[in-house]
């Protein structure tokens, strides 16, 4: 069978349509980064697997190393990268014909290496199958239409609307400010199409330019492939137009943050929702996949706010939570229940800013969860009002996020104990750097006050 017949139709139909001249062999970093190589059709298809360095897991996202735990020292030593041809899909704005294919990492013994964040997901889902489960998620994307920004030292700034005015913010759900960016979301659309992916609907959110995409429900690794996908294919939709696409959680100061929620349930083998019993109630499985949200998400922050600028997103009155309380259809708490008929019940987390690593983001949130399930935990009473009255519940601070991750064995054994010792170092070595820069504000206000 020719790897052509194992390839999605959309990805298909595109290379009918166009002569394939490259096909770029991609893998996510920790960041989420899209790293690998590009290699011309006709050499990819004699080859089965090749060869990048470990490295790539341990780099910053400033570029910095760092080094690999364990006796043998900073090696570098080749990974075999292997195609998932059911992930071929196009890469629209190439002059040329391009498929691009995410690769699964393995060692040279032909074990899955541990800290790639695929493989991460690919464990925490194992979990769930070897318990008769089968994990559902739908993703939630918000991010920001910018002007082009080529100074760091400056603001950011909303991209320029079709009025020649600033994108508006406050506006939320407004069709018109949708309308403003138009020829951007056209594209977004377009590339989607040609990717073969289903986008739910667009809308405007509370922040000047800022969207919101909802995805599908579906297989978690499949959906994370998409948010990975999806970054990129926005990033380049905006590109086209002058202005730029960030994912930041918190760019623009005085304005909303952008999350990723996720929704969650969870089948058995005949596809029945478990949140849900026979007469249509709510199931002890529903509620014990709450009560590990609450147990275990003070540990997994580190994963789902992974920079310094995510905490800037954790501010009460601001459209994200502080807390870990859980409330019907209530969006001031860290975990909702949506609205839904009880066979499509599920459970919304809040937490998560959509500057996180897909796969790691979607493989602790479901960590959590199936902590939960496994040792039965009952979550506290159902908040009632405003939660933005409780106590705030997240680590303020990276450094302080990393210090209950680093204590949280139990989640260290779902994720895997060799990736949260790589996730750490790399981290620390992260919020290092971070502190040795000198801010705007610390010029502003110490350097003739103090």
Not at 66 to 75: C, I, S
Request: with cysteine.
């Amino acid at each position: 069978m020719s790897w052509i017949d194992k390839i999605p139709p959309a990805a298909r139909t595109y290379i009918e349509n166009n002569r394939l001249d490259e096909v770029e062999c991609v893998i996510a970093d920790l960041p989420g980064i899209a790293r690998g190589k590009a290699v011309p059709a006709g050499k990819w298809e004699k080859q089965s697997h090749f060869h990048l360095p470990n490295s790539i897991f341990f780099q910053t996202i400033t570029g910095d190393w760092g080094e690999a735990p364990g006796q043998d020292g900073f090696l570098e030593p080749d990974m075999i990268l292997k195609p998932d041809l059911s992930t071929a899909t196009a890469a629209p704005w190439a002059d040329d014909g391009t498929l691009q294919v995410i690769h699964d990492a393995y060692d040279q013994k032909g074990r899955p290496v541990a800290f790639s964040p695929r493989n991460v997901l690919r464990r925490v889902v194992s979990l769930y199958e070897a318990e008769g489960w089968k994990p559902v998620v739908a993703p939630e994307m918000e991010f920001y239409l910018v002007g082009r920004n080529i100074d760091p030292a400056k603001p950011i700034e909303p991209m320029m609307g079709r009025t020649g005015r600033p994108a508006a913010g406050r506006q939320a759900y407004s069709m018109s400010a949708v309308d403003d960016y138009g020829p951007v979301i056209d594209d977004i659309y377009e590339y989607a199409e040609v990717q073969g992916f289903e986008i739910d609907g667009i809308t405007q959110e509370g922040g000047a330019g800022q969207l919101e995409i909802n995805l599908r429900h579906g297989n978690p690794i499949k959906l994370a492939d998409e948010v990975f996908y999806f970054k990129r294919l926005i990033r380049e939709a905006a590109l086209k137009h002058d202005c730029f696409a960030t994912f930041m959680a918190k760019p623009i100061e005085g304005e909303p943050g952008s999350a990723m929620h996720v929704h969650h349930s969870v089948s058995d083998a005949d596809g029945r929702n478990i949140f849900t019993g026979p007469q249509g109630g709510e199931t002890d499985a529903f509620f014990h996949f709450i009560g590990g949200l609450q147990e275990y998400m003070p540990s997994a922050v580190a994963l789902i706010a992974p920079y310094v600028n995510s905490y800037r997103r954790y501010v009460p009155d601001s459209a994200a939570p502080v807390n870990l309380e859980w409330g019907r259809d209530n969006r001031t708490t860290g975990i909702r229940i949506p609205i839904s008929d009880p066979a499509a019940r599920r459970i919304e987390n809040r937490l998560p800013g959509m500057d996180c690593n897909p796969y790691l983001c979607i493989a602790a949130s479901l960590a959590c969860g199936y902590l939960g399930l496994k040792n039965e935990i009952w979550p506290d009473k159902r908040w009632r009002g405003e939660a933005y009255e409780s106590e705030a519940e997240i680590s303020g601070s990276l450094s302080e996020a990393l210090d209950l991750f680093e204590e949280c064995k139990a989640l260290h054994e779902v994720l895997g104990p060799e990736f949260a010792n790589v996730y750490s170092v790399v981290k620390r070595l992260e919020y290092k750097e971070f502190l040795q820069v000198i801010s705007p504000w610390e010029r502003e206000h110490l350097l003739l006050n103090v």
